[in-house]
């Protein structure tokens, strides 16, 4: 098992962050919430590799009861320097790296980042790592494999802390699942088809993939972005947002746009209640759509005309990124707060859980923690992102990473 530095190239974001915008709670209560996050709306710790909206919540694996952070949290002070919150070398102290209170929890730190520890094992040759999720116990991944000599689509699952891994679900011989669309619902994995645009989905604990929607059926166009909850599985594609009965049946337009426009850049279900849909359209438009009303004229709002990448819920508030930072809007209505500056590129996918929220990028992968500054955690290029209360988990050399918060 090798071990992974992160580039020294770091300190310049880290400077750019700290000078940036807090989320304060001040800001948060603008939003409609508290300091605490809200509660998210499933139990089952499930996620989503892509940039959807309830399975943030899920990806860290809480259950309503878990509004603590962990131990390893920083401390209210969320102090950058050397005064106000401690009297330490963030650049090499692992109890305070890159900020007061955060601790690498048993990882180096270097040039103000802890260092990342690989936890999956490399299978064969073809082994890859995409999108990620996670429970309370396991880290899932889409990866390939090769079934009667051609490349196909696996599911793996492995121990969180690390070890040896196994396929929980193997797509038909030479089908390949879309590499960020990876959703954890109720103990049920679910996931797109790359090139056919058809649905997928398998058991966490193993056993036979189940055709939610099949490709000679489906409506789908490319770029397709999933999310799953209260019995139907949300597709948005390039035109339109399709709900499909679990636990599988024929797809219905509940929302259909101008095709040939840019994909859309997130797909997120109402966390609590399941009545509205929202999603980014052209990239730069959130839409918010009634799904019990399937009339396209009438069950859509849009809520923000600012908006270049993913989006997400949990229980009080959407999220989304725009160059003016990390927005946030309850999903009771209101007006947009500012909740920090978004340095470096655009999102390409975008987590919340209790303690903050958390995006990638181009540029790496950034937390900003309710009442902290943002906090450069990965500074280079990745693919996958999923949260608990503990670790930031990701994707890169084929290989499942993860970084403490």
């Known amino acids: 098992m090798r071990s992974f530095r992160p580039l020294r190239s770091c300190l310049p974001a880290l400077a750019l962050l700290t000078a940036g915008f807090l989320i304060g709670p001040a800001a948060l209560s603008a939003c409609g919430g508290d300091s605490s996050g809200g509660t998210p709306g499933n139990d089952d710790g499930g996620g989503n590799g892509g940039d959807s909206g309830h399975d943030a919540w899920a990806d860290g694996g809480l259950d309503g009861s878990q509004s603590e952070p962990p131990d390893g949290a920083r401390d209210a002070g969320g102090d950058t320097g050397t005064g106000g919150g401690c009297q330490a070398d963030i650049q090499n102290d692992s109890k305070n790296c890159g900020a007061c209170g955060h601790d690498c929890l048993g990882a180096k730190c270097t040039a103000a980042a802890c260092e990342p520890q690989r936890i999956s094992d490399a299978v064969g040759p073809t082994a890859s790592a995409d999108a990620?999720?996670?429970?309370?116990?396991?880290?899932?991944?889409?990866?390939?494999?090769?079934?009667?000599?051609?490349?196909?689509?696996?599911?793996?699952?492995?121990?969180k802390g690390g070890g040896t891994s196994r396929i929980v679900g193997t797509a038909d011989a030479g089908e390949r699942w879309f590499y960020t669309d990876l959703v954890l619902f109720n103990g049920t994995l679910y996931t797109g088809i790359e090139d056919a645009f058809g649905l997928r989905s398998v058991p966490a604990a193993g056993?036979?993939?189940?055709?939610?929607?099949?490709?000679?059926?489906?409506?789908?166009?490319?770029?397709?972005?999933?999310?799953?909850?209260?019995?139907?599985?949300?597709?948005?594609?390039?035109?339109?947002?399709?709900?499909?009965?679990?636990?599988?049946?024929?797809?219905?337009?509940?929302?259909?746009?101008?095709?040939?426009?840019?994909?859309?850049?997130?797909?997120?279900?109402?966390?609590?209640?399941?009545?509205?849909?929202?999603?980014?359209?052209?990239?730069?438009?959130?839409?918010?759509?009634?799904?019990?009303?399937?009339?396209?004229?009438?069950?859509?709002?849009?809520?923000?005309?600012?908006?270049?990448?993913?989006?997400?819920?949990?229980?009080?508030?959407?999220?989304?990124?725009?160059?003016?930072?990390?927005?946030?809007?309850?999903?009771?209505?209101?007006?947009?707060?500012?909740?920090?500056?978004?340095?470096?590129?655009?999102?390409?996918?975008?987590?919340?859980?209790?303690?903050?929220?958390?995006?990638?990028?181009?540029?790496?992968?950034?937390?900003?923690?309710?009442?902290?500054?943002?906090?450069?955690?990965?500074?280079?290029?990745?693919?996958?992102?999923?949260?608990?209360?503990?670790?930031?988990?990701?994707?890169?050399?084929?290989?499942?990473?993860?970084?403490?918060?």
């Open 132 to 159: 990620v999720v996670v429970d309370d116990t396991s880290v899932y991944w889409l990866s390939l494999t090769t079934v009667s000599g051609k490349t196909t689509s696996v599911v793996r699952a492995g121990p």
């Open 207 to 405: 056993g036979a993939v189940t055709h939610v929607l099949d490709a000679a059926s489906s409506p789908l166009s490319p770029y397709h972005f999933i999310d799953v909850g209260f019995g139907y599985f949300y597709v948005a594609d390039a035109c339109s947002i399709f709900d499909v009965p679990l636990p599988k049946g024929a797809a219905g337009s509940i929302q259909r746009g101008t095709c040939g426009a840019q994909n859309q850049g997130g797909l997120a279900i109402d966390a609590t209640t399941g009545a509205h849909v929202y999603m980014t359209f052209d990239r730069n438009t959130i839409w918010k759509v009634t799904t019990a009303n399937t009339d396209p004229n009438t069950n859509t709002q849009i809520i923000q005309a600012s908006n270049d990448g993913p989006l997400v819920t949990d229980a009080t508030r959407v999220y989304w990124t725009s160059p003016a930072g990390v927005q946030a809007m309850p999903i009771s209505g209101g007006s947009a707060t500012i909740l920090a500056a978004r340095p470096g590129k655009p999102a390409q996918q975008m987590r919340v859980d209790a303690q903050g929220v958390y995006w990638r990028a181009e540029s790496g992968i950034v937390e900003a923690q309710f009442g902290k500054a943002p906090l450069v955690l990965y500074p280079s290029v990745s693919s996958g992102l999923a949260v608990d209360r503990s670790y930031v988990y990701y994707t890169t050399n084929g290989a499942v990473w993860r970084i403490a918060k």
